[in-house]
Structure formats: structure tokens, C-alpha cells
């Protein structure tokens, strides 16, 4: 046993829904920063649920961003992918831009769960569409 084991505790048993919550919070800090439209969108993709985002912050600060995508692509079935997919571009656009980091990390997220850019550019589309606000002004 290593001297800081003893601090050290095991992520909680991912589920589709924490997986949902876990695959924002990796989304949300890709790039470093958590602005307030990913929060909002965090708190109304799992309506307020604050024990499922505390357990989804632990589980992510133990679990490598791989390793997480590994295990929610094995946990989830093809519905609950495309579901985290668009939620996660959702968020990836919330704040209006999309820096390289997060675009990395999506297209792991992409790779892992077996869709191609081509075959997401419909939903991708449709998001950017609903988050450009200029086109009232």
C-alpha cells in the first residue's frame, strides 16, 4: 500500500445517466474552462439533479477522458450514444466557439461510439443552427 493510498477512493459505477452527466463535464473542461451557458446546460440536461453531479464529478476526477469513453461505449446501447453525442456537441457550441482541445475530445467521443463527422454533420448542423441567437438581431 502506497503512503497516499489511503486518500484515494474508486469512482462511482458508471450508468447511462451519470454517463450522460460525465461526458458533459469532460466536454465543459476540454478546454480549461467552464463558462456559465455549459453549466446552465449541464443543469438542464440532468434537471438539477446535484447527487448525480456530484458522483459525476468524482467519477471524472478518477477516470482518464479514454478510459471513460471506453467504458460508456460498451455501457451504452446506440441511442444513449447518439444522445450523449448531441448533448455533448450541444455543450461543445454553448458558449458560441469551439477551440481545438474540444474539438479533440468530441471527435474522440465521435470515433469511440462509431459515428463519423459525415454521419453527425446533420445533428452538428441542426445544433449550430439552434445556438446562433444572431440571426434575431
Given amino acids: 500500500m502506497g503512503l497516499?493510498?489511503?486518500f484515494r477512493s474508486e469512482p462511482p459505477k458508471l450508468s447511462?445517466?451519470?454517463a450522460l452527466a460525465v461526458?458533459?463535464?469532460f466536454m465543459?473542461?476540454?478546454d480549461g474552462e467552464i463558462e456559465s451557458e455549459e453549466i446552465g446546460q449541464l443543469q438542464s440536461v440532468v434537471g438539477g439533479?446535484?447527487?448525480l453531479i456530484n458522483s459525476a464529478i468524482k467519477y471524472l476526477r478518477n477516470t482518464e477522458y479514454e478510459k471513460f469513453l471506453t467504458?460508456?461505449?460498451?455501457?451504452l446501447n446506440d441511442s444513449q450514444k447518439l444522445c450523449l453525442l448531441i448533448n455533448m456537441a450541444d455543450s461543445?457550441?454553448?458558449?458560441?466557439r469551439a477551440n481545438l482541445s474540444e474539438q479533440q475530445a468530441f471527435s474522440k467521443a465521435l470515433n469511440q461510439f462509431g459515428m463519423t463527422e459525415d454521419g453527425f454533420r446533420g445533428y452538428f448542423e441542426t445544433i449550430a443552427i439552434k445556438n446562433n441567437r444572431m440571426v434575431f438581431n
Avoid: H, K, N
Fill in 4 to 6: 497516499f493510498d489511503a
Fill in 16 to 18: 447511462p445517466r451519470m
Fill in 23 to 25: 461526458g458533459l463535464l
Fill in 28 to 30: 465543459m473542461a476540454s
Fill in 49 to 51: 439533479d446535484q447527487d
Fill in 71 to 75: 467504458d460508456a461505449a460498451t455501457l
Fill in 92 to 96: 461543445l457550441l454553448s458558449d458560441g
